[in-house]
């Protein structure tokens, strides 16, 4: 029964699609650990099928490759090159278990992928019943998992990476239902989840969402625009980002009252990136300098205080000050890469592909490290969720 189970694909997707929600809510570094365990399963399925590996596009793996070899050497100038080095091969493991998953999606058939979509929409159910369930009784099963802390706000903030995987997740779940005809519903979910995360703390998913709604009805009028769009922003958050961030600190949006504390603090902290950045802008600081970047005589946000904590809460920004121009242009050109390839879906998974390529842009702009583990984690299993539930005639 063991072995028959292993045999078929189906079961290590499905098992991925209900477990990746409620873990990612709960406990966000585990999904590293569903993402290596599945791909280990899938491969130990595709051994005992005794079947070739199935073709995929060559371009977005040459890039990943070339990216990580790119780490690999910025390594050698970064403040600390041993740590640097095991990041960027931790790196290369975690995104050699995405495009096994990816590739093996493949080998699905749609009816294997419509069970897929259904255990990904109860783990959709379980993860957002876990978020309510903390929200209105204080936390308690976080707490029990990672211990007591106090403060309402810190409580709540502790569900915030849960809130982006949700806002991410939803997106494979949207196209899935267009599929099943129901339109008003395909929308409704991304809306509605955007409406409960206003009980939370997570402004980071918040704009996401937003984002992801708009380039989605976008693509709905026209794919083409949308995919222009996002490619157009990757260009000028990864080329312009260290212009803008000064831009926002010269407008004095730092000291600005009507925004939140925790948006103020990053405008601080993109200046003083972009201060760094400008300092060193062919080649870079080198490879998770971030965490040690030599403050100089800046000053931080808050006193006794870092002024960079440990990343600078912007992708784009973290891959200028750490990889330089040969980083930012490998980086700029794996995305454009990825959102051009959505011309390949059909009329159910290319919005929704779009609308979450656009939610998880700005949370990657807002939000986490570029680097950390459990979000590269999360992003690549939901682009392996997303192909592993659309059944388009040609597999996208």
């Known amino acids: 029964m063991v072995i028959t189970r292993l045999r078929a694909p189906e079961t290590a997707y499905r098992a991925l699609a209900f477990l990746l929600p409620p873990v990612a809510v709960l406990a966000s570094k585990a999904v590293v650990v569903l993402l290596v365990a599945g791909a280990l399963w899938a491969l130990l399925g595709l051994w005992l099928r005794s079947e070739p590996w199935p073709k995929i596009h060559k ?31 931790r790196l ?18 749609n009816a294997a992928r419509q069970r897929v979509a259904q255990a990904l929409a109860l783990g959709l159910a379980v993860g957002i019943a876990v978020m309510i369930e903390e929200r209105l009784f204080g936390a308690p099963v ?27 997740l939803s997106w494979p779940m949207a196209a899935y239902l267009w ?35 708009a380039v989605a009805l976008l693509a709905l009028l026209n794919q083409r625009t949308a995919r222009l ?43 003083f990136t972009a201060e760094r950045i400008l300092e060193r802008p062919l080649l870079g600081w080198g490879f998770d300098a971030a965490r040690n970047i030599p403050a100089g005589a800046a ?16 992708a784009a920004l973290q891959i200028n000050l750490e990889l330089g121009v040969p980083g930012t242009a490998l980086v700029a050109l794996l995305l454009a890469t990825m959102i051009a390839g959505t011309a390949r879906l059909n009329r159910a998974a290319g919005p929704a ?8 842009l700005l949370i990657a702009l807002t939000a986490y490290g570029a680097w950390q583990s459990q979000w590269l984690a999360l992003l690549a299993l939901a682009v392996v969720m997303a192909r592993a539930t659309a059944t388009a005639e040609t597999p996208p």
Do not use: C
Not at 249 to 257: C, V
Not at 299 to 311: D, F, G, I, Q, T
């Open 353 to 360: 592909a779009l609308g979450m390529a656009g939610t998880a």
């Open 142 to 168: 976080m707490a029990l998992l990672h211990g007591e802390i106090d403060g309402e706000y810190h409580r709540l903030s502790r569900l915030n990476r849960g809130a982006t995987a949700l806002a991410i």
């Open 299 to 314: 000053e931080p946000y808050r006193n006794k205080a870092s002024v960079m904590p440990l990343h600078p809460h912007n």
């Open 92 to 109: 290369t493991g975690l995104f050699a278990a995405a495009l096994v998953l990816f590739a093996l999606a493949a080998r699905l058939p």
């Open 229 to 271: 769009l996002l490619i157009l922003t990757i260009v000028v958050a990864l080329g312009g980002g260290a212009l803008i961030g000064r831009g926002l600190f010269a407008a004095g949006l730092s000291e600005a009252s009507w925004l939140q504390s925790t948006a103020r603090h990053r405008v601080h902290v993109w200046n």
């Open 179 to 213: 599929r099943e005809r129901l339109g008003p519903w395909a929308l409704l979910l991304p809306s509605v989840l955007l409406a409960g995360l206003l009980a939370f703390e997570s402004t980071a998913a918040l704009l996401g969402l937003i984002g992801g709604l």
């Open 59 to 89: 371009l977005p793996p040459l890039l990943i490759a070339l990216l990580l070899l790119w780490a690999a050497v910025a390594s050698s100038w970064s403040p600390d090159p041993a740590r640097a080095l095991l990041l960027a091969l």
